[in-house]
């Protein structure tokens, strides 16, 4: 008990010197100083509470002349009275000094003192908004009433401001810097649904209109708006994906929402990593209508795995999806599109499927299940005949390919013809020609012989805004996975670096 | 029924002494029978919160007290203003007694005791007085808090917060009034009137005029009796009373920012119809003075020319149907005194001249 007391009186010395120097906390530097140590001291006033509840209001005095001091400045604080439940353990320690019966004109003093800074406690701080109170009382409201509400638009406005900023680029020279922490943000936006909307549509604004084909850019604005980390809890999850779906079946699954969507997936799937070894929730209440199995395969990181392994998930990830899309008794794991909308947001993984096709022409049969996944992800309303047709015209432009690979008469011309002749003469549909054209594109990047002809080709295949567009946002895609993969390729890398940049540039 | 409005009636007299100096004869056991009254009411709040009847009637009831006491006068109001306050009625008494220097300190020590037990068992603080008057101190330290390091008045009036708020208060309390007396609204409108700051009050009416309709989900969320609002009618009464009032309605074009009143003329044609109107009537005030080559009026209340200006000027920049009905006003009015295009003799010609070279 000793101890303690002595540990509290240097403590007691401590904090006293604080509230001096915070004073009402009026300064940049007092506020953050006092933010700084808010909850030190909430622990300091339990401790203090502890001691005093077992004296009378003479015995405090006497063990603590000062109390007086400290009680006063911590009340003028408007830091300390707001935070958590520190209001509170101060009204107790005022309580401790009351005299139930004063016995003489020092304890009356104490009495009226404490009453006092109780009731200023209470009602402090009342002529700062005179205006509204005055107007408030007028409708027959008390401050309990109001207060909330009060509060509640208060940091709306400031969320929305501090919103502006941040995706305008800081300009703080005009005001003290304020940021809200990541808690008190998803707070808002579990209680404020329309806050939450509002942020997600705020991010694909400034998405869609500016940051188009770039996700690295992408990558560190999705970060800044929070949304990733927020989503770590299911319902905000639910809300943000929600509107993604909408997304995209508003644009009818336009590249620039897709792109998107499979950054917030893998920024939410890093947050999610990093909050807990245990997920709090089970995978379930994120993906409701998904086969909780696939879900766990789509989650697997490819980084975790030898890249000489990466077909295996994929096998299994194209066997799973095919069992679940083709089989039509299967009721309850959603159709065609909630399938390939899952799969959409681990976009990664069909795109891993085309490069190892890629890798490997000229090799051997190309694998039914990658073809099938692939078939599937550009095309997944098709019935099982189409898509058969699909995977058939895709293995014959890929042994085409490993032909002309061999062939000393390889060219930009040759190599165009293999991908955009269809074996039947007939215009392929627009999603198989660009799923062509991803092969294509890919053969560039890996195959020897593709890279001397890489611009040629691009050139011949760029014929509209909208094929460059997708040529671009490939290229961009695919850095971003090997930077995210570390895949070690060099020569492609600087290809496809240069490409870019060429591409880009002719924008 | 009765005694239940009796209790009430009792109540509100003992809510009214706990400010007076009268607590001075009070010892424990009177706070004690004070605090336990107080407990019995917010019962009755939770308890009639959701039967129809018995809240109107409580409703009205005390409604009529408080304007017998001459509520939202001079003296600030005096107690339960509604039936939603009863469910406050524990901590008014509270935050009353605490605040009343004439209370003994023996009655004092008890009333702490009663109001403030210490830490108890976690999570039992809900609804406790405890609980909330320290909620009651943070949200307020944080309002200053906010209020001193991070607010600044916001330009578009209509999007502060505080004024945000206070439009939200005031339809919030014109729908109850609303629902317990059918011509409430207008006489509680005009009994705001008459007491309570005319600039504020306007502006508040402005910025509530602006205020979203609530949408479907909202009501959900909102409404306590499942009483949903129906989107956009919110403000109806607000509206129909400031059309309906000829000294409110010069007031608030008069005194309003024009970008403000722009706002609520887009919003809501009935008021732009009569803004057009008043304009019209200030603008026939003036008359040309061909010394000085300006338009000028005779008596002090005339609004100026600049003033005059700045309005139009405002609503041409407004989306249509606005600014093609002010443009069709303004050429008819000039129309009417004789389509001049010289400056000087109409002073519609010549706001017309200044907008467009202003344009």
């Not at chain 1, 001091?69 to 320690?93: G, H, M, T, V």
């Not at chain 1, 190599?415 to 549909?429: I, K, T, W």
């Not at chain 1, 080709?457 to 290229?475: P, Q, S, Y």
Request: glycine share 6%.
């Amino acid at each position: 008990m000793a101890q303690d007391s002595v540990g509290l009186s240097s403590d007691y010395q401590f904090w006293i010197q604080k509230l001096s120097v915070w004073k009402q906390a009026s300064t940049l530097e007092t506020q953050q100083d006092t933010c700084l140590y808010l909850p030190q001291f909430q622990e300091f006033l339990r401790q203090m509470y502890e001691a005093l509840k077992e004296m009378d209001s003479n015995t405090v005095i006497e063990r603590f002349p000062t109390i007086g001091q400290l009680l006063a400045k911590a009340c003028r604080n408007p830091f300390i009275l707001a935070y958590d439940e520190s209001q509170k353990i101060l009204i107790w320690c005022l309580c401790c000094l009351i005299n139930k019966d004063p016995q003489n004109s020092g304890e009356s003093q104490l009495n009226s003192w404490t009453r006092g800074l109780l009731s200023h406690i209470l009602a402090a701080f009342r002529s700062d908004i005179k205006e509204v109170d005055l107007f408030t009382q007028g409708l027959g409201y008390a401050p309990a009433d109001y207060y909330p509400g009060l509060l509640k638009n208060m940091v709306l406005s400031l969320v929305s401001e501090l919103r502006e900023n941040h995706l305008n680029g800081f300009n703080t020279q005009s005001r003290k810097k304020i940021c809200l922490p990541v808690s008190a943000v998803l707070c808002l936006w579990l209680r404020h649904l329309p806050s939450l909307e509002k942020a997600v549509l705020h991010l694909f604004e400034k998405l869609v209109s500016s940051e188009r084909n770039c996700l690295r850019r992408i990558e560190c604005f999705m970060k800044d708006s929070l949304l990733p980390e927020a989503a770590c809890h299911p319902a905000i999850f639910r809300v943000v994906d929600e509107m993604f779906r909408y997304a995209l079946l508003e644009t009818e699954g336009a590249p620039e929402v897709l792109a998107a969507m499979q950054v917030f997936t893998r920024c939410f799937v890093e947050a999610l990593e990093k909050e807990n070894q245990q997920p709090k929730f089970a995978l379930k209440t994120y993906f409701p209508y998904a086969s909780p199995s696939l879900v766990m395969v789509l989650l697997q990181r490819p980084k975790d795995i030898p890249q000489g392994l990466w077909h295996r998930p994929l096998k299994r990830i194209s066997e799973m999806l095919k069992e679940i899309v083709e089989d039509e008794t299967q009721g309850s794991s959603g159709g065609p599109f909630e399938n390939w909308f899952l799969l959409a947001h681990f976009g990664g993984w069909a795109d891993i499927a085309a490069e190892q096709l890629l890798t490997s022409v000229g090799d051997a049969e190309p694998p039914e299940a990658l073809l099938w996944l692939l078939a599937f992800s550009s095309s997944p309303g098709d019935g099982p005949q189409q898509r058969a047709q699909t995977m058939v015209e895709v293995k014959a432009v890929l042994s085409h390919l490993g032909r002309l690979l061999r062939s000393p008469t390889l060219s930009a011309g040759n190599l165009l013809a293999a991908a955009e002749e269809s074996r039947e003469g007939d215009p392929r549909p627009p999603a198989c020609q660009q799923l062509t054209r991803r092969l294509l594109l890919n053969f560039l990047l890996w195959a020897p012989g593709g890279r001397a002809m890489a611009r040629d080709v691009i050139t011949l295949m760029a014929r509209t805004d909208e094929i460059m567009h997708e040529i671009v946002g490939f290229l961009d895609q695919t850095l971003y996975r090997w930077d995210h993969l570390g895949v070690d390729a060099p020569g492609s890398r600087k290809l496809a670096r240069e490409l870019l940049a060429e591409l880009r540039g002719q924008a | 029924m009765d005694s239940l409005l009796q209790q009430l009636e009792r109540f509100s007299e003992v809510l009214a002494v706990s400010r007076t100096t009268h607590v001075s004869t009070w010892d424990a056991a009177t706070v004690r029978r004070a605090l336990q009254w107080a407990r019995y009411l917010r019962h009755v709040h939770r308890r009639f919160g959701r039967h129809a009847r018995i809240r109107k009637a409580l409703e009205r009831r005390l409604q009529n007290q408080w304007k017998q006491e001459g509520g939202s006068g001079p003296a600030p109001a005096l107690g339960l203003t509604n039936f939603q306050a009863l469910g406050h009625c524990d901590l008014l008494l509270s935050l009353r007694l605490l605040a009343n220097r004439a209370l003994g300190d023996a009655a004092f020590h008890y009333l702490l005791q009663e109001l403030f037990p210490g830490p108890g068992v976690p999570g039992a603080e809900e609804g406790t007085l405890q609980g909330s008057l320290a909620l009651l101190a943070r949200r307020r330290a944080a309002v200053h808090m906010l209020r001193s390091s991070a607010y600044r008045e916001n330009p578009v009036l209509q999007e502060d917060s505080l004024m945000k708020t206070q439009a939200e208060l005031l339809l919030e309390r014109l729908q109850e009034v609303g629902e317990a007396h059918a011509e409430g609204p207008g006489r509680f409108l005009s009994r705001l009137w008459e007491h309570l700051p005319h600039n504020n009050f306007l502006k508040v009416t402005a910025a509530a005029l602006l205020l979203p309709p609530s949408s479907p989900r909202h009501q959900e969320e909102e409404s306590e009796l499942g009483n949903p609002r129906r989107a956009g009618e919110r403000g109806r009464e607000l509206l129909h009373w400031l059309l309906g009032k000829s000294e409110v309605i010069v007031a608030f074009c008069r005194n309003l920012p024009a970008g403000l009143l722009t706002s609520v003329a887009g919003r809501h044609p009935e008021v732009s119809r009569v803004y057009l109107g008043l304009l019209t009537d200030w603008g026939r005030h003036l008359h040309y003075d061909l010394q000085k080559g300006i338009w000028i009026g005779t008596e002090s209340q005339d609004v100026p020319w600049e003033e005059l200006y700045g309005r139009f000027q405002s609503l041409c920049q407004a989306p249509p149907p606005l600014k093609d009905e002010v443009l069709t006003t303004l050429k008819s009015c000039k129309a009417q005194d004789g389509d001049f295009e010289v400056p000087g003799l109409s002073i519609w010609t010549d706001l017309l001249l200044a907008l467009e070279s202003g344009a």
